[in-house]
């Protein structure tokens, strides 16, 4: 059984990004976190980060068997109309994440076109926030 890990445009260098706002850790440290939260539920973590829109959707599409997924769609949160749609598609609960905490952040940031079609949303809490995401799929997957 795996658990999908989905990031999108310019989480890819996470630890080199912006690190006063995105932290220090990188998209390979949080892999093996969000691993290490549900190993005991037997879930694999099969990780995917793409900057374009087009790839998010392929693999969202190809992923329809995994048991649930962590996004997220960074910047892609305030008009991916079509991550939107994919996302709409997929069987399976997801959450979705933001390292920082957006509404503290740009206007601009404040909408999400995704946040409506997920089990919950985890905003502001750094890295911490893809472990708390997996927690809460590892309650909410039956
Ligand atoms: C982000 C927040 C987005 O506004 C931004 O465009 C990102 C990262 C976050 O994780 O805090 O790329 O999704």
Request: hydrophobic content about 45%.
């Amino acid at each position: 059984m795996e658990l999908l890990l989905l990031n999108g445009p310019n989480l890819g260098i996470l630890g080199r990004r912006e690190p006063e706002i995105y932290g220090t850790d990188t998209l390979a440290d949080i892999e093996e976190a969000v691993q290490a939260e549900v190993v005991d539920r037997g879930w694999k973590v099969v990780s995917r980060q793409h900057d374009s829109e087009g790839d998010l959707i392929s693999t969202i599409q190809g992923a329809y068997h995994t048991v649930g997924a962590i996004v997220n769609p960074g910047a892609l949160m305030i008009a991916g109309w079509s991550l939107r749609d994919a996302l709409a598609s997929y069987p399976r609960p997801w959450v979705e994440v933001h390292l920082s905490n957006v509404w503290a952040r740009e206007s601009f940031r404040h909408e999400s076109v995704i946040a409506p079609l997920a089990s919950g949303v985890v905003v502001g809490l750094g890295a911490l926030g893809y472990r708390l995401a997996a927690r809460a799929l590892t309650e909410l997957v039956a």
